[in-house]
Nanobody
Framework: QVQLVESGGGLVQAGGSLRLSCAASGPTLSLYTMGWFRQAPGKEREFVAAISRSSGNTDYVDSVKGRFTISNDNAKNTVYLQMNSLKPEDTAVYYC?????????????????WGQGTQVTVSS
C-alpha cells in the first residue's frame, strides 16, 4: 500500500514562491522515480518535473526550467517542488505521483500511485 499526500498549495501573486510537499506513507524504495504533474481547468494533466531517487537526476518541462526545483528527502519519505517566479499560467492543481523503477518518465501512464492534489493559484 502506497499513499501520497500533497500540501503547500495556496494563493500567491505573480513573481512569488511556493513550496509543495508530497509525503509518502510507510517505507518507499529509493529506486522509484517521483514526479509532479499539474492540471488546469479544461486541460489535460501535464508533466512538470521528475526526480530519480537513486541517482538524483532531475527532469523538467521547458516552461518551468530555471524556476522550479524538485528535490527528495529519503529519510522523511518526502518529495518537494520549490516554485519560484510564479506566473498566472502556473495556476493548476498539482499532483505528486510514484513512477517507474530506475528511470525517469514524462508519461503519466507510467505513474501508478497518485496523491489527491493541491491547488496553486497565481494572480496577476
Amino acid at each position: 500500500q502506497v499513499q501520497l499526500v500533497e500540501s503547500g498549495g495556496g494563493l500567491v501573486q505573480a513573481g512569488g514562491s511556493l513550496r509543495l510537499s508530497c509525503a509518502a506513507s510507510g517505507p518507499t524504495l529509493s529506486l522509484y522515480t517521483m514526479g509532479w504533474f499539474r492540471q488546469a481547468p479544461g486541460k489535460e494533466r501535464e508533466f512538470v518535473a521528475a526526480i530519480s531517487r537513486s541517482s538524483g537526476n532531475t527532469d523538467y518541462v521547458d516552461s518551468v526550467k530555471g524556476r522550479f526545483t524538485i528535490s527528495n528527502d529519503n529519510a522523511k519519505n518526502t518529495v518537494y517542488l520549490q516554485m519560484n517566479s510564479l506566473k498566472p499560467e502556473d495556476t493548476a492543481v498539482y499532483y505528486c505521483a510514484r513512477g517507474p523503477i530506475g528511470r525517469r518518465s514524462r508519461n503519466r501512464l507510467d505513474y501508478r500511485y497518485w496523491g489527491q492534489g493541491t491547488q496553486v493559484t497565481v494572480s496577476s
